[in-house]
């Protein structure tokens, strides 16, 4: 079971404390991102998912 907050009733720092989110400084983290990484060819591409919001609505888990 899901619980759904409308993404315009939610803060940030309700973000922070229901998903347990940190701020990160350190510039050796997730280093993958940051390197000359190859272009995506066109199966890559059409085998993405495409992600959407569109009601601006944040679904998790119900602990």
């Given at each position: 079971m899901t619980t759904t907050i409308?993404?315009?009733t939610i803060t940030l720092e309700q973000l922070?404390?229901?998903f347990e989110l940190e701020l990160i400084e350190n510039d050796i983290f997730f280093t993958e991102w940051?390197?000359?990484l190859p272009?995506?060819?066109e199966q890559?591409?059409?085998q993405q998912p495409t992600l959407a919001?569109?009601?601006s609505?944040?679904?998790?888990?119900d602990s």
């Open positions: 409308p993404a315009e922070r404390d229901l940051q390197g000359n272009e995506l060819t890559d591409k059409e919001c569109p009601q609505t944040i679904y998790y888990p």
